[in-house]
């Protein structure tokens, strides 16, 4: 049977403390429920911190690097998948995964939210940015969802794999 793939999308560089802080606890979560981490694999930002949130918990994870080496590559990344795609690889990120959390909103992320929805994939914006929240609810409303903390997406995650499953 195929483990479930859970891509966390979120800022790099511009990750904030507190971005850094529930991401590494979502990461966590996800290990603890048995689910495989998927990222953007770098080390830096939510990327690292959900990795490194999920190795603590004994998970495994994926990361789909933009470049072409594994330079920069998070410590936490089991399997590192190197694409020389740049942004591209958030196609892949997106496709691989089973649901989507996007924690934090940049551009990357913003465009791994759209991506999502184009390719009819469940997407959690974990996010205060209301504006950010309504886009995307307006967009896609069946596949949009809305989580204000981590054990609510958590909560979600389990209710969306319940329907697609």
Not at 16 to 42: F, H, P, S, V
Not at 146 to 161: F, P, R, S, V, Y
Request: glycine share 12%; hydrophobic share 40%; charged share 20%.
């Amino acid at each position: 049977m195929r483990k479930t793939i859970i891509g966390v999308m979120g800022p790099g560089e511009l990750a904030t403390e507190i971005d850094l802080k529930n991401g590494y606890q979502l990461g966590k979560l996800i290990a603890k429920e048995g689910w495989i981490l998927l990222t953007g694999g770098r080390n830096m930002g939510v990327m690292d911190a959900a990795s490194r949130g999920a190795k603590e918990e004994g998970g495994l994870t994926v990361g789909i690097l933009p470049s072409n080496s594994h330079k920069n590559v998070s410590d936490a990344v089991d399997i590192a998948i190197v694409t020389d795609l740049g942004n591209g690889r958030n196609n892949i990120n997106v496709l691989s995964s089973d649901v989507i959390v996007a924690y934090g909103i940049g551009l990357g992320t913003i465009s791994e939210i759209a991506l999502g929805l184009k390719n009819n994939k469940p997407v959690i914006i974990l996010s205060e940015e209301q504006e950010s929240q309504q886009l995307f609810k307006r967009l896609s409303p069946e596949l949009t969802f809305i989580a204000m903390d981590i054990e609510q997406t958590i909560w979600l995650i389990k209710n969306i794999l319940k329907k697609v499953k």
